[in-house]
């Protein structure tokens, strides 16, 4: 009877096929396509489960191991092979850790002492081939001690540590042996100096941890110093605008405080302690009772400032509970007058938006300066390559005519309607090259704005059907694009007016395009089927940080909650104006409501209503 015939040897070798395949081929086997490597992976995951299900029997322990290590080995090879090609294979990902794979990656670097006698290592010594010579610093230099780590790693699987520790030692007794055989010659006596002389410098540079750990100690010592002096002054800050509910909560964080800084000290202590260096530990303590004392200094002042605000804040109470009596009749008075424009019949875009004239007229400057930016040497638009020919700023409305109603300073912040001209030509070396014309309109109501101040009143199609009409009568063997910015926005038909087909046959035929873009909300309008205008919105876009604007958008929403309307004003501290602006038309939007301007509360957000 056989030692083997608790189980079948031919089957198992069958069963291996695959698997020696892959071992056999080591590192080569990242020259094999995806698709025969993924074939491979199966017929070996296969063959290994039917192993495990006792389709060959059953075999003594260290048979048993030898077998699963070779096809575990296999698999984590092919995983190997995936990760280094970049290939996304999800069944080897979820099954080998980095560590694994790492490890793997390693000792296929050896592989080639898998076909090496010792005189075959010695005869590529003497020729000093590069290969052979890094490998063997790389174990010089403690590839060695790495591996024996690893194989004690439990993160790694036991089969792949025992054909870990099998292979590499395979390779070790030959790299081992071959080394003491090259000790004989000067040369390599002296690379092996060399090399020694780099762990010697490793030693070195790990020598001053021990001195950048006191180091990191005092840097501790001033870190939580500075926490507290941090914590002091916000407690301050906050201190200045604290209810009395607050008053009594700084007066629990003063005391975390106190709580929070003794047990960092204790902890520092205890680290003081490990350095083993009495004089070196008697300063640092000093150090830590001089930051106590001066923190117990200032917590004191903390307690006197607390006790004086809370004494202010007692005479100040009647005053705050008069002004929320004034605020709740305001609120009172707001309310009336959102029900009033809800039942009223008149068009709710109307007076939907305000802007004053100083920054109708920073936003006219503004849009004329990024448009400029935009194109100012060759623009690129639809495949083809324009040159800037020509770019020219006009006055559209001359505000001279206000001069007698208006002072100088208030005449310089009016808008002027101003637009610029960009001619386009394009850029190539043969046949008939195209042209465009870019006109960017400004457009505002300048006489309401010369007269009251300010203006709340979303664009008309009669305000722009001027503009349209001059592009078309002027548009002869070139494309007329035609940009119209304004502060308020448009009112929905001219909306559903450009997207219409109607538009596009009207005016995409008599060579005119049309973007209308809103400068308050960022919103462009064009014709989907216009490829003009829609290669141009990039270009005329409003940059926006993202991540600022969502912050904003965010802070506004939580002062909506709970609440069916809300003043502008109480938004303003959301972030920058220009960001607020375009947040709170959109969560309106969002909130399936709109933004009303009423007059003694200026623009407010009313959800629910949408139109």
């Known amino acids: 009877m056989s030692i083997f015939d608790e189980g079948n040897i031919e089957c198992v070798k069958n069963l291996l096929r695959p698997a020696e395949r892959v071992l056999k081929q080591g590192r080569d086997i990242l020259v094999e396509e995806f698709s025969r490597r993924e074939r491979l992976w199966h017929d070996v995951k296969n063959a290994y489960d039917k192993y495990l299900d006792g389709s060959c ?271 709740m009749q305001k609120d009172q008075e707001l309310r009336r007058k959102i029900n009033e424009i809800l039942k009223a019949s008149e068009s709710l875009e109307k007076g939907s938006r305000l802007v004053i004239r100083e920054e109708a007229r920073i936003q006219e400057l503004n849009f004329l300066g990024r448009l400029k930016s935009k194109f100012k040497d060759k623009v690129k638009l639809l495949g083809k390559t324009y040159k800037v020919e020509e770019i020219n700023e006009k006055i559209g409305e001359d505000t001279s005519k206000f001069a007698s109603t208006l002072d100088e300073k208030t005449l310089k912040n009016l808008p002027e309607n101003r637009y610029l001209e960009v001619k386009l030509k394009e850029k190539k070396l043969l046949g008939g090259k195209e042209k465009l014309l870019l006109k960017g309109h400004y457009i505002t109501r300048v006489e309401k704005l010369a007269e009251y101040g300010f203006d709340t009143d979303p664009l008309e199609l009669a305000d722009i059907n001027a503009y349209l009409v001059d592009a078309r009568d002027s548009s002869k063997n070139e494309r007329t694009i035609l940009l119209i910015a304004s502060p308020l926005g448009f009112e929905e038909r001219i909306k559903k007016y450009v997207n219409s087909d109607q538009f596009h046959q009207n005016f995409y035929s008599e060579n005119v395009s049309l973007l209308l873009l809103d400068v308050e909300t960022g919103e462009v309008i064009y014709n989907p089927n216009d490829r003009y205008a829609k290669a141009l919105v990039p270009l005329v876009r409003m940059e926006l940080d993202e991540e600022v604007y969502a912050k904003v958008k965010k802070c506004i929403k939580s002062k909506l909650v709970g609440r069916d309307y809300l003043p502008f004003g109480e938004v303003k501290d959301c972030g920058d104006e220009a960001y607020v602006k375009k947040a709170f038309y959109e969560v309106a939007k969002e909130e399936n409501g709109f933004v009303k301007y009423i007059d003694g509360f200026g623009l407010v957000l009313m959800k629910g209503v949408r139109r």
């Open 57 to 327: 029997g059953d075999f003594l322990k260290d048979l048993d191991t030898n077998f699963r290590a070779k096809f575990e080995a296999a698999l984590a090879i092919l995983a190997w092979s995936f990760e280094i090609n970049g290939e996304n294979f999800y069944p080897a990902k979820r099954r080998f850790a980095k560590e694994e794979l790492q490890v793997v990656d390693e000792i296929l670097k050896y592989n080639i002492f898998e076909i090496m006698t010792k005189e075959d290592i010695l005869t590529k010594l003497y020729r000093r081939d590069s290969e052979v010579l890094e490998l063997l610093k790389t174990y010089y230099l403690g590839m060695d001690k790495w591996l024996e780590e690893q194989l004690n790693n439990p993160d790694i699987k036991l089969p792949l540590r025992y054909y870990f520790k099998k292979t590499w030692g395979k390779y070790k007794k030959k790299l081992n042996e071959a080394i003491s055989e090259a000790n004989k010659y000067d040369w390599f006596r002296t690379l092996l100096e060399d090399w020694e002389k780099e762990k010697r410098e490793s030693v070195e540079a790990v020598k001053s941890v021990y001195e950048r750990k006191v180091q990191e100690l005092r840097q501790h010592i001033k870190e939580i110093t500075e926490a507290f002096e941090y914590e002091k002054e916000r407690i301050v800050q906050e201190i200045s605008r604290a209810s009395m509910e607050e008053i009594e909560r700084l007066e629990r964080e003063k005391q975390e405080l106190i709580e929070k800084f003794e047990k960092e000290k204790e902890e520092l202590t205890k680290q003081l302690i490990e350095l083993k260096d009495k004089e070196l530990q008697e300063k640092l303590q000093a150090e830590l009772e001089r930051a106590r004392e001066s923190m117990m200094k200032e917590v004191k002042r903390l307690e006197e400032e607390i006790q004086r605000r809370s004494f202010e804040l007692k005479q100040k109470e009647m005053e705050l509970k008069r002004k929320e009596m004034e605020l």
